[in-house]
């Protein structure tokens, strides 16, 4: 059994609300979250979890959980970001997590 990865933790800092969304647009956040998603997702599936704390934002004292039934969609979006990279090894892998579902 593979040991549990830690919950990122993420802190916003921010002065405007147009700070958050380019935060949210950029896309080095979003790969960097997509591949600590996938971490978390595979842990639970391979440790057959119902749920999984993906982030824990910690100055709003929010944590982001996902259940089970959404992370055939979640990975759906990670299969995506590899495929425009052309990593279609990783796709493969990705997509034998979705089977095990």
Do not use: G, W
């Not at 979890?49 to 910690?58: A, P």
Request: glycine fraction near 0%; charge should be negative.
């Amino acid at each position: 059994m593979m040991e549990k990865p830690q919950t990122p933790k993420i802190e916003l800092i921010y002065d405007e609300i147009e700070d958050i969304k380019k935060f949210a647009e950029s896309e080095e956040i979003t790969t960097h979250i997509l591949e600590e998603s996938l971490e978390l997702i595979e842990y639970a599936i391979d440790n057959d979890k119902k749920r999984i704390d993906l982030f824990n934002v910690t100055n709003l004292s929010l944590i982001v959980e996902v259940k089970r039934d959404q992370f055939a969609i979640i990975l759906q979006k990670i299969i995506d970001m590899y495929l425009e990279d052309e990593d279609y090894d990783k796709c493969a892998q990705i997509q034998n997590l979705i089977e095990k579902i």
